[in-house]
């Protein structure tokens, strides 16, 4: 069996590190399965779906390494779900109801009275041809329910049969039916709930594995049942745990809360969002991955927590560290060059500064530091002043190798007395503004004799 995956949300909004979670359980999956991955945008509503979305949701997807095989609407698709209504009517298991949401909303209640689970109690099933007739000359239209299994030969009994799987997550899991009504496949206006597609589509598409979040858990009985009545057989299922905030919130595309397009934007590297994204709520360390397929090695879905994970955005910046310190100066060039930084000492500038950055786009700073000198000059007293114009007296003449600081760090110690942060630390200051940053050693040559003789307070 050849392993198909798919990651179906609406293009109702940006996609959240949430969302990316699902599609990163789905790509790593596949990654490891040599399957493939269906990107599949579920915008049946027409009203609130957007192109310039889905458009969004792929930019997301791609920054994050993921590039799917196949790209499906289903607003596309209309066809196909209107062929499986047929059938489903043509076999009595999709039925008319033509009460309004009051009428709904007052039968609930009666039955909650009752001590009777608030569930639909099938009434339509009952129905007489003329009061049919009755309800569309009033010009009512029917939605259309799914009658779900039932043990019992009399559809108005209770009696319904429990829905048993193996969650690729979770392990053994049930739902009983008995406790959920009918769902509702067909709004009065003709449009599908979520569903049908998608139950459809997972079967066209030949989907092996859905992997998705818990708070579908539910849902997954209704669907396995409607598999079974479409006569397919029912993929592998799995569900992670959900993300939210760190105060414990939900994540939302409608709030933007932890959106991939806010993470990019402050300067996140992918891997760390998809690090943490993957790992955070499972029993693996959470660790920087420097690529999606050394992740995949990391990946397990039976590891992951069956509780919800708060995601700690602080958490992102020590990975964005790690990735940052640790990167090539051939992966960082196109980057930098975009930042203006380029020529001969691109390279030994990277490899001087990546250790202190925090985001890549802070090389900039440094890179200002090193061709213009410090942005601020900090206040001397008079003896570091007088020191300053000492050492800078004994600067050696060029050319320049790699032991240049330590040969006029000597020279100035030798001169003057000085050791440790009282000769390093004046030094520091005047040649980049700031108490802490990069190696001097590795700056000094980029700074160059002339460079460095500027700076002088």
């Given at each position: 069996?050849?392993?198909?995956?798919?990651f179906a949300?609406?293009?109702?909004?940006r996609i959240?590190?949430?969302?990316?979670?699902?599609?990163l359980f789905?790509?790593?999956f596949?990654?490891?399965?040599?399957?493939?991955?269906i990107q599949r945008?579920d915008?049946?509503?027409v009203?609130?779906s957007?192109?310039?979305?889905?458009?969004?949701i792929l930019?997301?997807?791609?920054?994050l390494?993921?590039?799917p095989?196949?790209t499906?609407?289903?607003?596309r698709?209309?066809?196909?779900y209107?062929a499986?209504?047929?059938r489903?009517?043509?076999?009595?298991?999709?039925y008319?109801?033509?009460e309004?949401?009051e009428e709904l909303?007052l039968?609930r209640k009666?039955?909650r009275t009752?001590?009777?689970?608030p569930?639909?109690?099938?009434e339509?099933l009952a129905?007489?041809?003329?009061?049919?007739a009755?309800?569309?000359?009033d010009?009512?239209?029917?939605?259309?329910?799914?009658?779900?299994?039932n043990f019992?030969?009399?559809?108005?009994?209770?009696?319904r049969t429990?829905?048993?799987?193996?969650?690729?997550?979770?392990?053994?899991?049930?739902?009983?039916?008995?406790?959920?009504s009918d769902?509702v496949?067909?709004?009065?206006d003709?449009?599908?709930?979520?569903?049908?597609?998608?139950v459809?589509?997972?079967i066209?598409?030949g989907?092996s594995?859905?992997?998705?979040?818990?708070?579908?858990?539910?849902?997954t009985g209704?669907q396995?049942?409607?598999f079974?009545?479409?006569?397919a057989?029912?993929?592998?299922?799995?569900?992670?745990?959900l993300?939210t905030?760190?105060?414990?919130?939900?994540?939302?595309?409608?709030?933007g809360?932890?959106?991939i397009?806010s993470?990019r934007?402050?300067?996140?590297?992918?891997?760390?969002?998809?690090s943490?994204?993957?790992?955070?709520?499972?029993?693996e360390?959470?660790?920087a991955?420097?690529?999606l397929y050394?992740?995949?090695g990391?990946?397990?879905?039976a590891?992951?927590?069956k509780?919800?994970?708060?995601f700690?955005?602080?958490?992102l910046?020590?990975?964005n560290r790690v990735?940052l310190?640790r990167?090539p100066?051939?992966?960082?060039r196109?980057?930098?060059?975009?930042l203006?930084?380029?020529?001969?000492h691109?390279?030994?500038?990277?490899?001087?500064?990546?250790?202190?950055l925090?985001?890549l786009?802070d090389?900039i700073a440094w890179?200002?530091?090193?061709?213009?000198?410090?942005q601020?000059m900090?206040e001397?007293?008079?003896d570091?002043?007088?020191f300053?114009?000492?050492?800078?007296?004994l600067?050696?003449?060029?050319?320049?190798?790699?032991?240049?600081?330590?040969?006029?760090t000597?020279k100035?110690r030798e001169?003057t007395g000085?050791?440790?942060?009282?000769l390093f630390?004046?030094?520091?200051?005047?040649?980049?503004?700031?108490?802490?940053?990069?190696?001097l050693?590795?700056?000094l040559?980029?700074?160059g004799?002339?460079?460095?003789?500027?700076?002088?307070p």
């Amino acid at each position: 069996m050849t392993v198909t995956v798919r990651f179906a949300p609406s293009p109702t909004g940006r996609i959240h590190i949430g969302n990316a979670r699902t599609a990163l359980f789905n790509w790593l999956f596949a990654l490891n399965n040599k399957g493939r991955f269906i990107q599949r945008f579920d915008d049946t509503d027409v009203a609130r779906s957007k192109q310039e979305f889905a458009d969004a949701i792929l930019y997301d997807l791609h920054w994050l390494g993921i590039f799917p095989d196949a790209t499906e609407y289903q607003s596309r698709r209309f066809e196909i779900y209107d062929a499986a209504v047929e059938r489903l009517k043509a076999a009595g298991v999709l039925y008319a109801c033509y009460e309004t949401p009051e009428e709904l909303d007052l039968r609930r209640k009666v039955r909650r009275t009752r001590g009777l689970p608030p569930v639909y109690g099938r009434e339509a099933l009952a129905l007489t041809t003329e009061q049919v007739a009755e309800y569309q000359a009033d010009g009512r239209r029917p939605h259309w329910r799914f009658l779900l299994p039932n043990f019992s030969s009399d559809p108005l009994q209770p009696e319904r049969t429990e829905i048993h799987w193996d969650d690729l997550v979770r392990g053994e899991e049930t739902v009983d039916l008995a406790s959920l009504s009918d769902p509702v496949l067909v709004r009065e206006d003709g449009t599908y709930l979520y569903t049908l597609p998608s139950v459809v589509d997972d079967i066209e598409m030949g989907i092996s594995h859905v992997i998705r979040g818990d708070d579908h858990v539910t849902n997954t009985g209704v669907q396995i049942a409607l598999f079974k009545a479409l006569g397919a057989e029912p993929p592998v299922f799995g569900h992670h745990n959900l993300l939210t905030t760190v105060s414990g919130e939900g994540l939302s595309k409608r709030t933007g809360a932890l959106s991939i397009e806010s993470l990019r934007e402050d300067g996140i590297e992918p891997m760390a969002v998809a690090s943490l994204a993957v790992l955070v709520g499972t029993s693996e360390n959470v660790a920087a991955a420097h690529d999606l397929y050394e992740l995949a090695g990391h990946f397990d879905p039976a590891a992951t927590s069956k509780s919800s994970s708060k995601f700690d955005p602080a958490e992102l910046f020590v990975l964005n560290r790690v990735l940052l310190h640790r990167m090539p100066f051939a992966e960082a060039r196109d980057r930098l060059m975009v930042l203006g930084i380029s020529g001969e000492h691109a390279e030994p500038f990277w490899l001087a500064v990546r250790g202190n950055l925090d985001r890549l786009a802070d090389a900039i700073a440094w890179w200002r530091v090193l061709r213009e000198g410090p942005q601020e000059m900090p206040e001397f007293s008079d003896d570091d002043r007088d020191f300053l114009h000492q050492a800078l007296d004994l600067l050696p003449e060029e050319p320049w190798n790699g032991t240049v600081w330590k040969d006029w760090t000597g020279k100035i110690r030798e001169a003057t007395g000085r050791k440790g942060k009282a000769l390093f630390m004046p030094l520091r200051l005047a040649l980049t503004g700031r108490s802490s940053g990069p190696e001097l050693a590795d700056l000094l040559p980029l700074m160059g004799r002339e460079g460095t003789l500027a700076r002088r307070p």
